[in-house]
Every structure is written in structure tokens, then in C-alpha cells.
């Protein structure tokens, strides 16, 4: 295809315009939506409401580079990924101030997810397409390869709209497909922004953007000119997209919520453990699929662990994440912050014993900020326990016997992450083993990489993403036989 790599076309991103980007082109809409910033309440830029007119175009636009991107050298494709990668982090800066203003996480950690949006890019570069030779005789050869569906769509979540959106775009143009991204209405300033950027490095249509309300997403999914849906968020949500699919037998790939279990075992470095397992609840203020969200402690451990912690979670900082020493910003927005609430409510009826925390914080700033919650030993069919807050507020839960703590752990209709910890490494990994979740973690949790392959059990998901299984998940097989 025509575009060359690291073109530019002297034009500086403006980081304050927001548009559509269709067949390599900033489209404006007669409409616009805007964001929040969840940490001030104020309105932030306008951005496009796509109606079924830029749709179209951009399936247009989709259809016809696939033609052409789908014959382009792989080697090609990786240069492409790796310029857009060095791309992004020429715009550091720009990108990560942009995320702390619409995502509301502190600078440092908007910084770390535009190094690993690049990281997703480079990462996936490092990726080969598989080909299988399953017969290879002097008369026969049976082999099968890996071909691109054609036109998909990634619908990216508000918590990590950046490195999400990367970890959608690199495998599925590495594998020679078109993607449609469609950021989240909450979040849609870096999605777009970075789309925009795509263009200096990729020819027209092979990564379009656009951007709506909550009626774009459906409208996408019902679509029979898409080929492929890969879709991050709610396991709600995650049904919805699925049935809209089984209309046209779209293939999907989702990748939803968790509630992912921490087992510590009675022979680790308590003071150490605990101020890790802090930094893991309570990371991007709770809104991680994979943050850990049930943590069993040995009832030997229990009370120094609960007090360690404690001291751990009180020493953050909570506020505008673009102020100094802020560890935990605001729940992103409102529909989360009052979920959270419900959450806060329910255990206050319960009368359930708060180690800290326990309510949302007022502060200067009008935004939706919630103090750091720690619940001590609630009961296992309690709301904390069961279902997913997706905001500031853990669970701690005493076990005494090893066999039991794993029934417990697995005792949830998700199964995306869980973790062992302990100084015996082999005794941890056997009951890692046993934990039902499509990444166990020892003495370490949320250790994601682009090059390993990240999925769910039960209603975490079907299908998954990165590593080469990832990369299988944009492609249709294809087995040819040869008769010689």
C-alpha cells in the first residue's frame, strides 16, 4: 500500500480538537458528546457522535484496505506497529496528561500505561503468525495457516483506554485485518488522539476510529459487515455484545470482569506482602479486571497482616491525580461512583466491621472520590465478597485450612486472575494449580505481557487475547492439502 512508514504530514496533534478518523481523514458529526473530568466534574472537549452514516463510511473505508493490507509482507506490518509505538511515546507527555484529565488516575500512573500502550505495540512486533505443518510426506503436504477475517471492531473500556485500545489494534492488524476502534463515551480523548496518530503510519482504512454515546456500541455489533468483535468490559455488557454477534454468527472475542482471589499463606514476609497486596487492590483506585479483589490470609497472619496493611492503605494519598503524592484519583464516573456506594451502603447495613476507610471522601474538588476501603472477614456470601465493587474497596478473609481456601477462592461465577503467596514457591505453584482462572499468579499478580496470552474462565470471558492464541483470535483457519 501506498502510505510509507513515519510519514507526517507536518501537522502537530492538537491535543484539545477531537474527531473521528475515517479512511485516514478527521471527520467532524453535526453532534457531539463530551467526557468529564472525574476529579473536577468539568465538562471536557467535544468529541463526534457517530450516526449510521459514519459508520458506513468507515466499513467502507475498512472493506476496501483490506484488499490491499491483507497481501502486505508481515515484516511490514511489525515496522508499522514499531513506528507507532516510538509514535506514542514522542507524545508521552501529551497523552498522559490527556488520560489523567479524562480517567482521573494519578500522572505516574497514566505515564506507565502510555509506556505499556507502546509496549503492546512493540510486544505484539515480536509475534510470528503460526503455520502448522500437520503432514509432510514425499506424496502429501498438509499445512495450516492463519488468514485475516477482514473488518473488525475493538470497543475499548474507560479504565486503561490506551494500552487496551493497542493491545486490540496490534494483533489485529499484525494478522492483516482492518480495525474500527470505538472508545469508551467516558474515555474517548486518547482513543481518538491516538488513532489520529495511527494515520502517520498507517495507510487509510487499515485503523479507523469513531467515537458515540452508548448507542454506537450496539449499532456496531449488530452489523453484518463486521467479521470480528473484540470487546473489553462488563460481563452485562459482554452478554449483550454476544447476542447482538449470534445474529450473524460474528466471531467475538471477550474479555470481562473478574474477582480475582489472593491466597497468603502463613510463611511469607507479612510486612512486605501486605504492603504489596495494597498496592494491587487498590491500583487505578480498584478499576482493574485483574486487581485483586478477595484476599484470604492465614488466620496465623491475620491480625499482623490486617494491621500492615492498614497502616499501608492510610498512608495514600487520594485527589486529583495531576496534584503531587496522590496514589488513588476518582471513580472514573458516576454510574461506578454510585455503584461503589452501593457497595459502601450495603456493608454499613450489614454492620460489617471496616478496618478503614468505609466512605466516599469530600474533598475540595467536586469529583468522585471514595477513601480506600479495607472490610475485615466479612462473610462469604456477603455483597463485597461476591460480586465485583470495581472500585476502592477489598475484602480481607481468614482461612485456616488449605484444601478449604481453595473451594472458597473458586467459589465465584468469575475467573479471570488469582494469586498464591508464599516462601515455599513449588508448594504455592501446586495450589496455584488447582485455582480456576486463565492467569495464576505467584507471589506477583497482574503480571500481563503482549507476548503471553490472557483470558478468562467461566463468565470472565470467551476467547482471549495476546500471545499467539491472541493473534489465532483474529484469524480464520485455513488447511490446504497438496497432492504431489
Given amino acids: 500500500m501506498g502510505s510509507q512508514i513515519g510519514h507526517s504530514d507536518g501537522e502537530a496533534l492538537d491535543f484539545a480538537s477531537f474527531s473521528n478518523i475515517i479512511d485516514g481523514d478527521k471527520k467532524r458529526t453535526e453532534s457531539t458528546i463530551h467526557g468529564i473530568n472525574p476529579a473536577t466534574l468539568e465538562a471536557l472537549y467535544p468529541v463526534p457522535l457517530s450516526t449510521k452514516t459514519d459508520i458506513d463510511a468507515a466499513i467502507a473505508a475498512a472493506r476496501a484496505a483490506f484488499k490491499t493490507w491483507r497481501k502486505t509482507a508481515v515484516e511490514d506490518r511489525k515496522q508499522r506497529l514499531r513506528a507507532f509505538a516510538e509514535g506514542l511515546l514522542l507524545h508521552k507527555n501529551e497523552f498522559a496528561h490527556l488520560l489523567t484529565k479524562e480517567q482521573g488516575k494519578p500522572l505516574a500512573v497514566a505515564e506507565s500505561e502510555v509506556d505499556n500502550a507502546a509496549r503492546w505495540l512493540t510486544g505484539t512486533a515480536e509475534l510470528d503468525i503460526p503455520v ?4 509432510e510426506t514425499p506424496t502429501s503436504l498438509i499445512k ?4 485475516p477475517l477482514g473488518v473488525v471492531v475493538g470497543i475499548v473500556p474507560w479504565n486503561f483506554p490506551l494500552m487496551l485500545l493497542t493491545g486490540k489494534v496490534g494483533p489485529a492488524v499484525l494478522t492483516g485485518n482492518c480495525i474500527i476502534i470505538k472508545p469508551s463515551p467516558f474515555t474517548p480523548y486518547c482513543g481518538l488522539k491516538a488513532i489520529e496518530l495511527a494515520q502517520r503510519y498507517f495507510p487509510p482504512g487499515v485503523i479507523q476510529a469513531l467515537s458515540g454515546d452508548d448507542s454506537l456500541g450496539p449499532q456496531l455489533t449488530a452489523r453484518s459487515d463486521i467479521h470480528k468483535i473484540s470487546f473489553t468490559g462488563s460481563t452485562a455488557t459482554g452478554k449483550r455484545v454476544m447476542e447482538s454477534a449470534s445474529k450473524h ?3 467475538i472475542t ?3 470482569g473478574g474477582n480475582d482471589p489472593a491466597i497468603i499463606c502463613p510463611d511469607v ?8 497486596m495494597a498496592g494491587l487492590a487498590f491500583l487505578n483506585s ?5 486487581a485483586v479483589k478477595r484476599i484470604y490470609v492465614h488466620e496465623n497472619i491475620y491480625e499482623e497482616f490486617r494491621a500492615a496493611m492498614v497502616k499501608k492503605v492510610e498512608s495514600y494519598g487520594v485527589g486529583n491525580g495531576l496534584q503531587k503524592d496522590v496514589f488513588l484519583g476518582p471513580v472514573q464516573n458516576r454510574l461506578q461512583f454510585d455503584r461503589v456506594k452501593e457497595f459502601l451502603d450495603d456493608i454499613r447495613q450489614e454492620k460489617q466491621v471496616v478496618c478503614t476507610g468505609g466512605d466516599v471522601l469530600q474533598t475540595k474538588e467536586r469529583g468522585f472520590f471514595v477513601q480506600p476501603t479495607i472490610v475485615d472477614n466479612p462473610p462469604d456470601d456477603s455483597k463485597i465478597v ?3 465493587p470495581f472500585g476502592p474497596v477489598v475484602p480481607l478473609l481468614r482461612w485456616a485450612d488449605e484444601e478449604e481456601v481453595i473451594a472458597r477462592a473458586n467459589d465465584s461465577n468469575a475467573g479471570l486472575g488469582a494469586s498464591v503467596w508464599s516462601s515455599d514457591v513449588e508448594h504455592a505453584r501446586c495450589i496455584g494449580e488447582e ?3 486463565g492467569s495464576v499468579w505467584i507471589n506477583q499478580h497482574m503480571g500481563i505481557i503482549p507476548t503471553a496470552h490472557f483470558a478468562g474462565h467461566k463468565s470472565s470471558g470467551i476467547g482471549g487475547e495476546w500471545g499467539v492464541d491472541g493473534l489465532r483470535g483474529y484469524c480464520n483457519t485455513q488447511t490446504v492439502f497438496v497432492n504431489r
Fill in 435 to 437: 485455582l480456576e482462572a
Fill in 249 to 251: 454468527l460474528t466471531r
Fill in 144 to 147: 495450516t495457516k492463519y488468514v
Fill in 386 to 388: 461476591r460480586e465485583e
Fill in 254 to 256: 471477550l474479555e470481562l
Fill in 132 to 135: 502448522e505443518t500437520v503432514v
Fill in 286 to 290: 480498584g478499576q482493574v479486571c485483574i
Fill in 269 to 276: 514476609d507479612v510486612q512486605a506482602v501486605a504492603e504489596k
